[in-house]
């Protein structure tokens, strides 16, 4: 009889000490949000080249001022 009596008081030691744990349980629930940088183009030929034009007109033609090489650069 001792010789159940032991091993079934350890065994009940250990059920009753691991039913004895506790546990804390943390979730991280914060988001991040990033903002990737937002690269804009804008193409400003047109204006530049209308305010030549504008700037120009009253001298005349721009072939008048240019030369071919230098119009082919502008266009």
């Known amino acids: 009889m001792r010789k159940f009596i032991v091993p079934g008081i350890t065994g009940m030691l250990l059920m ?7 546990h804390h349980v943390t979730a991280d629930t ?8 937002i690269h804009v183009t804008v193409d400003i030929n047109l204006k530049v080249q209308r305010a030549l034009d504008d700037a120009l007109s009253f001298q005349g033609d721009m ?10 650069m502008l266009q």
């Open 16 to 22: 009753f000490l691991s039913a004895c744990t506790q």
């Open 30 to 37: 914060t988001h991040r949000v990033e903002i990737a940088p």
């Open 63 to 72: 072939s008048d001022i240019f030369t071919e090489e230098e119009l082919k």
